[in-house]
């Protein structure tokens, strides 16, 4: 089943606990995305990237980081969590770069960080 | 930058009538591809329907028809017959194609709609 996937489904830690969520595809995309998703402001993008070893800054990549050292694989890393990155996380991928073909997300990551 | 703006925060409908979710946006391109996604409380995103600027015909998903006006950058939802099943957090969102702006959505704020028997 062609699918993205997310772990953990749910975490909740503490102020500067290094933390990686993981996102994996079997659809052999090249684009892979991180959003986060807060009450009344939508999806913004964190993070995106176009291949492996090609990321960019997304809208809010402000104390994330990430790594595609392999194309199916697209984690994220939260170095020194804050409360303000208590959120719901969302990775989707698409076969395509330019965009017309739909992104394929992810079942979502709630973080919340205390 | 491009914005994407939903002013209605909740909806309600009746099962099996129409209801038209809005969605406008700014921009100063000319050709984007404009989506509107469901998230149902199992938080899944659903691609519900999309639509190509340059089409000047709107999209149809079976129950589910659009009424882009691009000249008023508005791109509204109709979901007709509606059901219970629909109920859901709807977003809509736009992209710029090309692969200089990074196949970024950018997404509004979301309309909560709820269906009720």
């Known amino acids: 089943e062609a699918q993205v996937t997310q772990n953990p489904r749910y975490l909740i830690t503490v102020t500067g606990k290094k933390l990686t969520v993981t996102c994996s595809q079997n659809?052999?995309?090249?684009?892979m995305s991180w959003y986060r998703q807060d009450p009344g402001l939508g999806l913004r993008q964190i993070y995106y990237?176009?291949?492996?070893?090609?990321?960019d800054k997304g809208d809010v990549p402000e104390g994330y980081k990430v790594s595609r050292k392999e194309k199916r694989n697209f984690p994220l890393i939260l170095e020194s969590p804050s409360p303000n990155q208590t959120s719901l996380y969302f990775c989707?991928?698409?076969?395509?770069?330019?965009?017309?073909?739909?992104?394929?997300f992810g079942d979502g990551t709630r973080l919340s960080i205390l | 930058a491009q914005t994407v703006t939903q002013s209605q925060p909740e909806m309600s409908v009746q099962e099996a009538e129409t209801v038209t979710l809005s969605c406008t946006y700014d921009?100063?391109?000319?050709?984007?591809?404009l989506f509107w996604y469901k998230q149902p409380p199992s938080r899944q995103m659903i691609l519900v329907i999309r639509?190509?600027?340059?089409?000047?015909q709107n999209a149809t998903e079976n129950r589910f028809s659009v009424n882009f006006q691009k000249a008023a950058k508005s791109f509204s939802l109709k979901i007709s017959d509606s059901q219970l099943g629909d109920a859901a957090m709807y977003f809509c969102?736009?992209?710029?194609?090309?692969?200089?702006?990074?196949?970024?959505?950018?997404f509004g704020e979301g309309t909560q709609l709820t269906v009720n028997p």
């Open positions: 921009t100063s391109e000319s050709d984007y591809y």
């Open positions: 990237s176009m291949n492996v070893e090609v990321t």
């Open positions: 969102a736009y992209r710029t194609p090309g692969e200089t702006s990074g196949s970024r959505l950018t």
């Open positions: 639509q190509e600027a340059y089409k000047q």
């Open positions: 989707a991928s698409s076969p395509d770069r330019a965009g017309y073909q739909p992104q394929h």
């Open positions: 659809m052999n995309h090249e684009y």
